[in-house]
């Protein structure tokens, strides 16, 4: 049995590209040419405004390792406004095939990061962990994962993708353990769970599969007694009414019942809208499509310097670039001859030197710098 994934083999040694790099680096060759450029990946030339978070940068730089190229980018977790995120010095034909996949790193991750931390920041006091795995090729799921972490969540749902990141996934139950139970059996799908399930794991009891929200928190109440620790609520939109009503009537239910110890979290559908109408009233989230269907940030690589001598297509801006980050908060893209904003910190750091690595990754690092830097930028703010 073999799936329609590409190897990472593929990708490793260039051949996960489009042709027409392949045909490029024949034609360079056959005409003695390799001129040395230097290379920025870009979303918009110019600042504005709508800031968008960059990830997939580890990933990019185990591409381009080895090469005989020097790389500077921009820390992951940071958000860029404009201007290069990560630029390329070296023999173009040292790293041109590698254009596909770079790009694809960088966009894809950038895309479900930004939307990671729209989640985040619509609820920065409540749980909100990532659900959305199922909606993504499985091949992907790591990736998925690995960029919502980046863009401040809480924790995520697939056992694979942990493995590969080295981060424990988390989950309760489905609908479907309390169909295999049967209608009106619901606490011995609980009891059942609770009994069979390591200790280690928070005991939430979903309560919607067959009857009101309030019928079924109360009997998992009275199933479970003190070892319930939450309720999760994933009722489907066609049914859902008014969702903020029936929380606020749950959490009403349990503080009548001194359980204000019960937590209440919910899921299905949900995205920075819902988060910040439900945030004040339920106490965790799942999130799903939102982030795992983001849009790819629509990165492209130009080439903006020849032989030392300023270069690019109609369309882009010529000449090597720096960004900056200024005390207010303001992005700022000039020159790198160029001093830059008085006040301003560059943005571009090495990352790669003659082919070695010479930058680590954390994911802590880059999710504290993601929330530092969206409070510096006001990231999404809306009037309350």
């Given at each position: 049995?073999?799936f329609?994934?590409?190897?990472?083999e593929?990708?490793?040694s260039?051949?996960?590209?489009?042709?027409?790099?392949e045909?490029?680096?024949t034609?360079?060759?056959?005409a003695?040419?390799?001129?040395?450029v230097v290379?920025?990946v870009?979303a918009d030339?110019?600042?504005t405004?709508?800031f968008?978070?960059?990830a997939?940068v580890?990933d990019?730089?185990?591409?381009?390792?080895?090469?005989?190229i020097?790389?500077d980018a921009m820390?992951?977790?940071?958000l860029f406004?404009?201007g290069?995120?990560?630029?390329i010095?070296?023999?173009?034909?040292?790293?041109?095939?590698?254009?596909?996949?770079l790009?694809?790193?960088?966009s894809?991750?950038?895309?479900?990061?930004?939307?990671a931390?729209?989640?985040?920041?619509?609820?920065p006091?409540?749980?909100?962990?990532s659900?959305?795995?199922r909606?993504?090729?499985p091949?992907?799921?790591?990736?998925?994962?690995?960029?919502a972490?980046v863009g401040?969540?809480?924790?995520?749902?697939h056992?694979?993708a942990?493995d590969?990141?080295?981060?424990?996934?988390?989950?309760?139950?489905?609908?479907?353990?309390?169909?295999?139970?049967?209608r009106g059996?619901?606490?011995?799908?609980w009891?059942a769970?609770?009994d069979?399930v390591?200790e280690?794991?928070p005991?939430?009891?979903?309560?919607?599969?067959?009857?009101?929200?309030k019928?079924?928190?109360l009997?998992?109440?009275d199933?479970l007694?003190?070892?319930?620790?939450?309720?999760?609520?994933?009722?489907?939109g066609?049914?859902?009414?008014?969702?903020?009503?029936?929380?606020?009537?749950i959490?009403w239910e349990?503080?009548?019942r001194?359980?204000?110890?019960v937590?209440?979290?919910l899921?299905?559908g949900?995205g920075p809208?819902?988060?910040?109408n439900?945030?004040?009233?339920?106490?965790?989230?799942?999130?799903?499509?939102?982030?795992?269907?983001?849009?790819?940030?629509?990165?492209a690589l130009?080439i903006?310097e020849?032989?030392?001598e300023?270069?690019a297509?109609?369309?882009?801006?010529?000449?090597?670039?720096d960004?900056?980050?200024?005390?207010?908060?303001?992005?700022h893209v000039?020159?790198?001859a160029?001093?830059?904003?008085?006040?301003?910190?560059?943005l571009?750091?090495?990352?790669?030197?003659?082919?070695?690595?010479v930058?680590?990754?954390?994911?802590?690092?880059?999710?504290?710098?993601?929330?530092?830097?969206?409070?510096?930028?006001?990231?999404?703010?809306?009037?309350?």
């Amino acid at each position: 049995m073999s799936f329609d994934v590409v190897p990472p083999e593929a990708i490793e040694s260039g051949r996960a590209t489009d042709a027409y790099f392949e045909r490029t680096e024949t034609t360079l060759e056959f005409a003695g040419k390799n001129p040395r450029v230097v290379a920025e990946v870009t979303a918009d030339q110019f600042p504005t405004g709508e800031f968008e978070l960059l990830a997939g940068v580890k990933d990019a730089a185990h591409l381009l390792e080895g090469l005989p190229i020097d790389v500077d980018a921009m820390p992951e977790g940071s958000l860029f406004d404009g201007g290069p995120v990560l630029r390329i010095e070296g023999d173009y034909r040292d790293f041109a095939r590698y254009e596909t996949s770079l790009l694809g790193f960088l966009s894809h991750a950038s895309g479900v990061a930004t939307a990671a931390l729209e989640a985040r920041r619509a609820a920065p006091d409540s749980q909100v962990l990532s659900f959305g795995a199922r909606h993504v090729h499985p091949s992907i799921a790591a990736m998925v994962e690995r960029s919502a972490l980046v863009g401040g969540l809480d924790g995520f749902s697939h056992l694979a993708a942990g493995d590969v990141i080295g981060r424990e996934a988390g989950g309760t139950m489905p609908h479907a353990l309390l169909i295999c139970f049967g209608r009106g059996n619901q606490e011995a799908a609980w009891r059942a769970y609770d009994d069979a399930v390591d200790e280690s794991v928070p005991r939430v009891a979903l309560c919607d599969t067959y009857s009101d929200e309030k019928d079924e928190v109360l009997r998992a109440i009275d199933e479970l007694g003190d070892d319930l620790d939450s309720v999760r609520l994933d009722t489907t939109g066609s049914r859902r009414g008014d969702f903020r009503h029936i929380v606020r009537e749950i959490r009403w239910e349990l503080d009548a019942r001194d359980r204000r110890d019960v937590d209440i979290f919910l899921s299905g559908g949900l995205g920075p809208t819902e988060l910040r109408n439900l945030r004040d009233v339920a106490d965790g989230f799942g999130v799903g499509s939102h982030v795992s269907n983001a849009d790819p940030v629509d990165f492209a690589l130009d080439i903006v310097e020849v032989e030392g001598e300023p270069a690019a297509k109609r369309g882009k801006l010529s000449g090597k670039k720096d960004v900056y980050r200024t005390r207010d908060g303001g992005h700022h893209v000039g020159l790198a001859a160029r001093p830059g904003p008085t006040d301003g910190t560059s943005l571009l750091d090495p990352l790669i030197r003659d082919g070695e690595l010479v930058r680590t990754f954390s994911i802590e690092d880059a999710a504290d710098r993601a929330l530092d830097d969206a409070e510096r930028v006001g990231f999404r703010e809306r009037a309350e």
